[in-house]
């Protein structure tokens, strides 16, 4: 088993930037892979971005260009690093990973950019 929690969510105005972490339980070399997903109210949650262990990297359409995913596995630690924020940005984003089968997910953190 893992647990993953979440640091780094805020309020923040449009075109700003934040960083988000999420920290493992364990060592993160065998979390493969890892992911970050958001909730906005009043919708489904939806994938933002995927690293593989190799460090490969996959992003949402919306996202692409101004979120980067990346991999501290000494720290065992995965970073969201966002960028120009829009207020469609806003909602609760959450860290997921994959270990021998099973998805583990944190608690969440909350990103609120506001106009």
């Known amino acids: 088993q893992v647990q993953l929690v979440e640091f780094g969510g805020g309020l923040v105005q449009a075109g700003g930037s934040l960083r988000l972490s999420c920290a493992a339980s364990?060592?993160?070399?065998?979390?493969?892979?890892m992911s970050w997903y958001r909730q906005a109210p009043g919708k489904q949650r939806e994938w933002v971005a995927t690293?593989?262990?190799?460090?490969?990297?996959n992003y949402a359409d919306s996202v692409k260009g101004r979120f980067t995913i990346s991999r501290d596995n000494a720290k065992n630690t995965v970073l969201l690093q966002m960028n120009s924020l829009k207020p469609e940005d806003t909602a609760v984003y959450y860290c997921?990973?994959?270990?021998?089968?099973?998805?583990?997910w944190g608690q969440g953190t909350q990103v609120t950019v506001s106009s």
């Open positions: 997921s990973g994959i270990l021998l089968g099973s998805t583990y």
């Open positions: 364990r060592s993160i070399s065998s979390i493969n892979p």
């Open positions: 690293i593989s262990s190799g460090g490969s990297t």
